[in-house]
């Protein structure tokens, strides 16, 4: 139990397809992260909300649309994606944006756009 | 720009020791992480670094030097589980997190 759960975790889309990830926190932290993770390359950071509000847009494409409805909860809406955008989404939280503290992942959704 | 090296990947023994290395040149610097990550599992948390020297958990330890830009994760008596990935991940000025690309450690019996 990571106390970070995610859903769900293999998703096969087509490239017109619409889908929507879902993240959900049980650790009351403030900050809520997605990342993405392809093979051998750093985890990429896409999107940050801190206390429901997003404070970073790491230039991802508008195919991704985050949504964080309050703090327990994140969701990353998926629509005309391309095969390039297959990869491992990964959320994470932490207790707060700014300040060295650890962030909790969940296992993530693999995804495989066809 | 902001540059997290690792190696790609490594062979060990079990029971063996083996040391992870990772250097990084980012704008600013306020900690340094260690995280374990299994096949298909979420990143889990080993160690937090932001003084010089050696921290030690169990067979774990973590070293940083700031002044090299240097940090390197020992395993110690290594044992088949210990097969992951691990990543090495820098808070620069900005306190935004910089991912190195993981290293992948394979033990062998």
């Known amino acids: 139990e990571t106390g970070v759960t995610q859903t769900p975790r293999h998703l096969v889309m087509g490239m017109t397809n619409k889908k929507s990830l879902k993240c959900e926190q049980h650790?009351?932290?403030?900050?809520m992260y997605w990342y993405k993770q392809s093979a051998k390359k750093p985890l990429e950071l896409m999107f940050v909300?801190?206390?429901?509000?997003?404070?970073e847009n790491n230039s991802v494409p508008s195919r991704f649309s985050p949504e964080c409805p309050n703090s327990s909860h994140l969701f990353l809406h998926l629509h005309t994606l391309q095969p390039e955008d297959s990869a491992l989404y990964l959320c994470?939280?932490?207790?707060?944006?700014?300040?060295?503290?650890?962030?909790?992942f969940g296992q993530g959704t693999r995804l495989t756009v066809v | 720009g902001q540059n997290i090296d690792q190696p790609t990947e490594m062979t060990a023994t079990e029971g063996a020791i083996v040391q992870i290395n990772c250097t990084y040149q980012?704008?600013?610097?306020?900690?340094l992480f260690w995280y374990q990550q299994h096949a298909g599992e979420a990143p889990t948390f080993l160690s937090y670094?932001?003084l010089d020297g050696l921290e030690e958990k169990g067979r774990f330890s973590s070293f940083l030097s700031r002044s090299k830009g240097y940090s390197y994760l020992l395993l110690k008596e290594l044992q088949m589980k210990d097969s992951a990935s691990y990543l090495c991940?820098?808070?620069?000025?900005?306190?935004?997190?910089?991912w190195g690309a993981g290293t992948k450690l394979i033990i062998k019996p």
């Open positions: 994470a939280s932490s207790q707060k944006q700014d300040g060295p503290t650890e962030a909790f």
């Open positions: 650790l009351g932290h403030n900050a």
């Open positions: 909300y801190n206390f429901k509000e997003q404070t």
């Open positions: 980012t704008s600013g610097f306020n900690g």
């Open positions: 670094n932001v």
């Open positions: 991940a820098v808070i620069d000025s900005n306190y935004q997190l910089i």
